[in-house]
């Protein structure tokens, strides 16, 4: 069974798997510190929340496949360099 993040689940998991603040995340998608952090309020938060774009979904999985693809080459490099 496959579980449904929310948007705000979705970014928070993301923020933290990547191991960054919320700026330094914002930067790296490349949106506004603020755009962010509405993006992450929850739906109820006072009409202050906003729907993140389709777009924005795509980048940050592209950015998170990006990241375990890398950690997994350099645990690769490490393990052929031990044997070496």
């Known amino acids: 069974m496959v579980k449904i993040m929310t ?11 990547l191991g960054l603040t919320w700026p330094q995340f914002a930067k790296r998608i490349g949106a506004p510190e603020t755009t962010v952090k ?3 309020l929850p739906d109820d938060a006072e009409g202050n929340a906003r729907e993140m774009p389709s777009t924005m979904w795509v980048l940050v999985r592209e950015i998170l496949e990006h990241e375990s ?10 393990k052929t360099e031990k044997t070496a």
């Open 38 to 40: 509405k993006w992450a």
């Open 69 to 78: 693809l890398k950690a997994k080459y350099e645990r690769l490099i490490k």
């Open 7 to 17: 948007q705000q689940e979705f970014l928070r998991d993301a923020k933290l798997k």
